[in-house]
């Protein structure tokens, strides 16, 4: 373990104050302020993706509560954003609204995207929160 960060969070969610309290542990030698970019980039991917799937695909009033079923319909979900932004659309939801009720253009967009592997990055941040 090379650095052990605090970050105090304050604001307002729904009209109410919040104070957060979240710990960083990496194994990382960079400084506070790359730390720092880190941290908010994390974040940034964080929100781009779970905003789009509460708001656009409204994952959070799904019904499927038991089994396998969440998380699978979740990676699903996943997948339907992925293969949309690989093609070019940079409207999750006109996206969906031109393609959903046209089953060749939707196969016609999944031959579309590369297959390749991924390897992880070892460089990405362990976090915890309290």
């Known amino acids: 373990m090379q650095r052990l960060v605090k970050v105090e969070r304050f604001g307002t969610r729904a009209g109410k104050p919040y104070h957060q309290i979240v710990y960083y542990i990496s ?22 993706l779970h905003w789009v799937k509460d708001v656009v695909l409204d994952e959070d009033n799904s019904r499927m509560r038991q089994g396998n079923a969440p998380a699978n319909f979740s990676i699903i979900r996943s997948l339907v954003l992925t293969i949309l932004r690989y093609n070019g659309y940079s409207s999750i939801t006109t996206g969906i609204r031109l393609i959903s009720h046209n089953l060749e253009q939707i196969f016609q967009l999944i031959r579309n995207v590369p297959t390749r592997v ?9 976090v915890s929160s309290s």
């Open 118 to 126: 991924v390897e992880p990055n070892p460089k990405t941040f362990m």
């Open 27 to 48: 194994s990382l030698t960079i400084n506070a302020a790359q730390f720092a970019q880190g941290i908010r980039g994390h974040w940034g991917i964080e929100n781009r």
